[in-house]
């Protein structure tokens, strides 16, 4: 049976004139240069702060409406990591806008070289739904950070909160320096016409490739955060208890509808049992027996996304696998004896559901994850020299160990994808470069003009011995 997919509540559009009009008259604020100002950033870096304070209520109440999350884990998934960014920048914005002094080869002394941080101009930063107000706003922050114009595209399938962050925008910003455009795929490729200096997209790989391929038009820079199946490892060695808590919460954080959630398990044969007996137990020591009911548990997105989790539903159920249409609702579940041919195992799963996979040698584990595409995030447990050997022979976006998540909750680590999970990256000083050209430049004296660069190279031979 699948549920009936229902249009977006009244979702506001943004026509193709409104689009090119919000265009232009960004041009025209960059170009004014008011925006380069390090005091004009820093003003507006902690006016998107004040913002954020004034409307969490709101925010809070918009992200219950449309994906059941908890104003607790709103706080901590959404607008503390915005708090946590954005005075980080505040903080260090004067040192990383200062030019950098770097060596100069002794062949073109006396002069000097300097690396100097210029904003790249416009950015346009379309978001995902499944956090649709932190990624939204956390892009944002480093389009201020850099000195650039932005325009946001929340996503329409979370209308409450795109609604909010348009009005909260539109309250503390004029709109030809940051603006709010509505819509779904006709105002993407409206805003596909335009050549932004830059394109921040966080979505699917799929969409993903659209985007990058509406920016090589333009030769605009892109950065793609985007998705895949993040393995998590369970070694023998591992602490169960606290492997099967942790995996338990990295997968029902935002009902699964997380991009760095862990996919799938692969865990040693040895200890499935236990491990599988803790995830379930810690399922409801945090929402209870009847999880239908906790506060503390979201919701699936919308239809489509209840549709799509469905088929997976028909494997060997270990825990959960109870539906309810109406309220969008999956229980966390655990498949069983999965198999790499299995339907789930060939997508991002996006949702409450975690296949388990079984190995012997670490190395089986390994071999598996190699021959699949590059996920944006990996996690393993259990002991230091099997982590060492994990890091060693795979690539991911980023890593845990012995945990899930937390990587991305720490600014001073760089945050992206790589291969099919995205390129770019950000979080701290990375959201500041993501929007900014490092401008390299050599400034040499007049007082004195050393003759071996010019013809007829009469001190050839000193060159070359300078160069060698």
């Not at 650039?148 to 030809?176: G, H, Q, W």
């Not at 049992?273 to 906790?294: P, Q």
């Amino acid at each position: 049976m699948n549920l009936k997919v229902e249009k977006n509540k009244d979702m506001e559009e943004t026509s193709a004139k409104e689009i090119a009009e919000i265009y232009k008259n960004q041009r025209t604020f960059f170009a004014s240069q008011e925006t380069k100002s390090i005091d004009f950033r820093l003003q507006q870096l902690k006016k998107l702060k004040k913002a954020i304070l004034q409307y969490e209520d709101k925010v809070n109440k918009a992200l219950w409406e449309d994906l059941h999350k908890s104003k607790e884990e709103a706080f901590l998934t959404e607008t503390s990591l915005l708090i946590e960014e954005l005075n980080y920048h505040i903080k260090s914005l004067k040192k990383w806008s200062q030019p950098k002094k770097v060596g100069t080869p002794l062949q073109i002394k006396p002069s000097g070289s300097k690396i100097y941080f210029e904003p790249l101009g416009i950015g346009l930063i379309i978001a995902p739904w499944n956090y649709p107000f932190q990624l939204t706003i956390n892009p944002l922050i480093g389009a201020i950070s850099a000195g650039c114009c932005a325009v946001l595209k929340p996503s329409p399938d979370t209308p409450d909160v795109a609604r909010v962050i348009k009005e909260m925008i539109s309250e503390f910003f004029p709109s030809e320096y940051i603006s709010v455009v509505q819509g779904g795929k006709e105002a993407n490729q409206e805003l596909f016409k335009f050549p932004f200096d830059v394109m921040f997209f966080t979505g699917s790989p799929g969409v993903g490739k659209t985007v990058m391929k509406a920016a090589a038009e333009h030769l605009s820079r892109v950065v793609l955060e985007l998705g895949g199946k993040s393995p998590c490892i369970v070694d023998k060695a591992a602490n169960l208890k606290i492997a099967g808590k942790r995996i338990a919460w990295g997968k029902i954080i935002n009902a699964g509808q997380t991009c760095i959630a862990p996919d799938y398990l692969l865990v040693h044969k040895d200890i499935k049992k236990d491990l599988l007996a803790e995830i379930s137990k810690s399922f409801e020591e945090m929402l209870g027996d009847n999880i239908a009911n906790s506060n503390h548990y979201g919701r699936i997105v919308n239809p489509n996304a209840m549709n799509r989790l469905m088929k997976y539903l028909d494997g060997d159920i270990y825990y959960g696998g109870k539906v309810n249409l109406e309220e969008k609702y999956i229980a966390p579940t655990i498949l069983n004896n999965v198999k790499p041919e299995d339907e789930i195992m060939q997508e991002e799963i996006f949702g409450p559901i975690l296949p388990v996979m079984e190995f012997e040698e670490i190395e089986q584990a390994l071999s598996y994850i190699n021959k699949n595409e590059k996920p944006l995030a990996l996690y393993y447990f259990g002991k230091d020299n099997g982590a060492d050997q994990v890091l060693r022979e795979t690539s991911s976006g980023g890593a845990c160990i012995n945990d899930t998540l937390l990587h991305v909750a720490n600014h001073k680590l760089p945050f992206g994808g790589v291969g099919n999970s995205g390129m770019g990256k950000y979080h701290g000083k990375e959201s500041f470069l993501a929007f900014t050209h490092e401008r390299g430049v050599v400034n040499s004296t007049t007082k004195l003009d050393i003759p071996l660069k010019y013809p007829p190279y009469k001190f050839f031979g000193l060159i070359k011995k300078i160069v060698g």
